[in-house]
């Protein structure tokens, strides 16, 4: 790790990528994440990178696509609007099975909605968003420090995969500033590329022709592509799944299930109401695709707890996932605002108090 | 307390408070506002912030009404759309000062262009510039990248800098050390660029880990207003 600085988290997303041995990044800008742009067409040229803006957030999906393709580490950065228009690509390179990072700076929506934080972009994260059998592997980072580290793990994991990875950041994630230290640096090369790349045979280390398509006309070819696919996602829930437990070993009485910056909010109406003497728990899951099931079901199922409570920066998405995990063991709530106004710890603490 | 024990911040008229992305301009501004007020000025803020979409001097609108001070903002509704709109009524702000009139820029080049576009105003007006710097942010971590930004703000803005504001700062992280090592460096760039060293901060909380009498220019002690919603702002001294 090296000397601490203090970054707006845009900033530290730019220089995690670099840090990761990323030197393609394309994108368009948006708010409220231009500022990635803005610092990687400084830093690139520094590092002997590359920063290429396209004509708009569909070219740029299938800049990331071609350019995997070919074997390069790559990623985008945009704002909800903007990864719907990438979503076509985003299904196009998991049918292909190639790696790449893409960041979602999440705006108000539905539409142009606001430019104000909003976790409004959980379905279309988890549950699909393009067209197709496809997950991407999602983690929500809940600080700069946080967004930093899953950048870091990102390109691995995309590449492990051969898979879209994203990293799932409300508006304060890439505005809100903190200190942060930056990791070591890792190689730009992807160390398996061999698997899919098609960047010419006097690059390979092997004999195999590698071919980039998500093209399957014969039914049973289909269906076997999808299987594999569908295995990748099994083996994902079984390695990947990230989860932080906030005051569960306390007899708590509430538990909070809660994911980004909002779960921060969450964390101080924890400490607030534990002074007053309730004793509330939470999952933070860090992996919302695969999402911590086992760690939500068993945190609802403590004796003490009586009640789940969704608390999202949306009218009710994830709420959803954590239902289906609590499985009916105990009955489960929603709070959350999108319009742009982060709920207070006050609000969080009148709710919990109201739950119980 | 009182940091004009050591030095006083010696400012009146217009002043412009200019620097890179997160160099602390706006809470600089806001503070200095208060601490000015408190001291017996009357105090005027023009939030010219255009280009950035959070954590403006906006969100301190309620605390600065509070002190008494009068925020000049785009109109209500435009509060919180991504267009650069700049009120007329900063064309007051500048023919009209009062004691003490700070206008808070949004960061880089960029964000001083919107000063370029107020030049019939400032013409032949007496304006003080003040370049602020945090070392601990990217692109201001040498003298030369510090350099570099003054050339980019004045050639963007039509203004001239005429001071700096050291605000060496990791926010809760900064330690005594951090102030010093940053007090340091400003004075280098102070001594590289010919710019006269207007002023330091520190955080409230840290004051009386300082040695203040090391310092030769006065510390403006910063009250944290702009926080995530998990944090509460910090009292007002």
């Known amino acids: 790790m090296g000397k601490k600085v203090l970054m707006k988290g845009n900033e530290a997303i730019g220089e995690a990528a670099i840090r990761a041995g990323c030197l393609n990044y394309f994108?368009?800008?948006?708010?409220?994440?231009?500022?990635?742009?803005?610092?990687?067409?400084?830093?690139?040229?520094?590092?002997?990178?590359?920063?290429?803006?396209?004509?708009?957030?569909?070219?740029v999906g299938y800049m990331l696509f071609g350019a995997s393709g070919a074997g390069a580490r790559v990623f985008t950065t945009s704002s909800s609007p903007g990864i719907s228009l990438m979503s076509e690509a985003i299904s196009y390179i998991a049918g292909a099975q190639c790696p790449a990072v893409f960041v979602n700076i999440i705006r108000g929506g539905p539409g142009l909605g606001g430019i104000l934080p909003s976790q409004g972009?959980?379905?279309?994260?988890?549950?699909?968003?393009?067209?197709?059998?496809?997950?991407?592997?999602?983690?929500?980072?809940?600080?700069?420090?946080?967004?930093?580290?899953?950048?870091?793990?990102?390109?691995?994991?995309?590449?492990?995969?051969?898979?879209?990875?994203?990293?799932?950041?409300?508006?304060?994630?890439?505005?809100?500033?903190?200190?942060?230290?930056?990791?070591?640096?890792?190689?730009?090369?992807?160390?398996?590329?061999?698997?899919?790349?098609?960047?010419?045979?006097?690059?390979?280390?092997?004999?195999?022709?590698?071919?980039?398509?998500?093209?399957?006309?014969?039914?049973?070819?289909l269906n076997n592509h999808n299987l594999l696919l569908k295995s990748k996602y099994e083996r994902m829930k079984q390695e990947e799944i990230r989860y932080e437990a906030y005051n569960t070993d306390s007899d708590y009485i509430?538990?909070?299930?809660?994911?980004?910056?909002?779960?921060?909010?969450?964390?101080?109406?924890?400490?607030?109401?534990?002074?007053?003497?309730?004793?509330?728990?939470?999952?933070?899951?860090?992996?919302?695709?695969?999402?911590?099931?086992?760690?939500i079901h068993d945190a609802a199922g403590k004796p003490s707890c009586k009640s789940v409570m969704s608390i999202?920066?949306?009218?009710?998405?994830?709420?959803?996932?954590?239902?289906?995990?609590?499985?009916?063991n105990r009955p489960v709530g929603w709070y959350g605002k999108c319009g742009g106004d982060v709920p207070t710890p006050e609000e969080i603490m009148h709710v919990i108090k109201e739950g119980i | 307390m009182d940091a004009s024990k050591n030095h006083r911040?010696?400012?009146?008229?217009?002043?412009?408070?200019?620097?890179?992305?997160?160099?602390?301009?706006?809470?600089?501004?806001i503070n200095l506002a208060i601490f000015e007020k408190k001291a017996g000025t009357d105090v005027r803020v023009g939030d010219l912030d255009l280009v950035n979409p959070y954590f403006r001097t906006r969100e301190a609108r309620t605390l600065l009404k509070d002190h008494g001070i009068d925020l000049v903002l785009p109109p209500k509704q435009y509060l919180y759309a991504d267009l650069p709109i700049l009120t007329p009524e900063i064309g007051?702000?500048?023919?009209?000062?009062?004691?003490l009139?700070?206008?808070?820029?949004?960061?880089?080049?960029?964000?001083?262009?919107?000063?370029?576009?107020?030049?019939?105003?400032?013409?032949?007006?007496?304006?003080?510039?003040?370049?602020?710097?945090?070392?601990?942010?990217?692109?201001?971590?040498?003298?030369?990248?510090?350099?570099?930004?003054?050339?980019?703000?004045?050639?963007?803005?039509?203004?001239?800098?005429?001071?700096?504001?050291?605000n060496?700062?990791?926010?809760?992280?900064?330690?005594?050390?951090?102030?010093?090592?940053?007090?340091?460096?400003?004075?280098?760039?102070?001594?590289?660029?010919?710019?006269?060293?207007?002023?330091?901060?520190?955080?409230?909380?840290?004051?009386?880990?300082?040695?203040?009498g090391r310092f030769t220019c006065p510390v403006l002690p910063i009250n944290r207003q702009l926080v995530p919603p998990w944090r509460r702002s910090e009292p007002d001294y």
Request: charged residues 25%; aromatic residues 6%; hydrophobic residues 40%.
């Open chain 1, 27 to 59: 994108a368009y800008p948006i708010t409220p994440q231009s500022e990635v742009a803005e610092y990687l067409a400084k830093r690139m040229p520094e590092v002997g990178g590359v920063f290429v803006q396209g004509e708009s957030e569909v070219a």
């Open chain 1, 121 to 221: 972009d959980y379905f279309q994260s988890v549950k699909g968003g393009g067209h197709g059998d496809y997950r991407m592997l999602v983690m929500a980072p809940a600080s700069v420090q946080e967004a930093v580290e899953m950048m870091m793990v990102a390109f691995p994991l995309a590449e492990k995969y051969r898979n879209p990875v994203m990293i799932l950041g409300d508006g304060l994630i890439g505005q809100m500033m903190e200190p942060v230290e930056f990791p070591d640096q890792l190689s730009t090369e992807p160390s398996n590329k061999d698997d899919w790349a098609a960047n010419g045979m006097e690059y390979r280390r092997s004999d195999k022709r590698n071919l980039v398509k998500s093209l399957y006309l014969d039914p049973e070819q």
């Open chain 1, 254 to 295: 509430s538990l909070i299930v809660s994911y980004g910056t909002m779960s921060r909010v969450c964390k101080t109406a924890i400490d607030n109401l534990k002074e007053e003497g309730i004793e509330v728990g939470m999952i933070r899951p860090q992996t919302l695709f695969p999402f911590p099931e086992t760690a």
């Open chain 1, 312 to 328: 999202e920066m949306s009218m009710g998405q994830m709420v959803e996932d954590v239902e289906r995990c609590v499985k009916g």
């Open chain 2, 9 to 29: 911040i010696d400012l009146k008229g217009i002043v412009v408070i200019v620097g890179n992305y997160g160099s602390g301009k706006t809470e600089v501004a």
């Open chain 2, 92 to 99: 007051g702000l500048i023919q009209h000062p009062g004691e």
């Open chain 2, 101 to 166: 009139a700070i206008l808070d820029a949004g960061g880089d080049d960029v964000g001083a262009t919107v000063l370029a576009a107020l030049a019939d105003h400032l013409r032949g007006r007496t304006v003080q510039t003040l370049q602020v710097v945090n070392p601990f942010r990217p692109f201001t971590d040498s003298i030369d990248g510090c350099l570099k930004i003054r050339r980019e703000i004045e050639a963007a803005s039509k203004l001239t800098v005429t001071g700096l504001v050291g």
């Open chain 2, 168 to 212: 060496a700062n990791l926010i809760d992280d900064t330690t005594p050390s951090d102030i010093e090592e940053g007090y340091e460096f400003v004075k280098r760039f102070s001594a590289a660029s010919g710019l006269p060293l207007s002023f330091i901060t520190a955080a409230t909380d840290l004051l009386h880990r300082l040695d203040l």
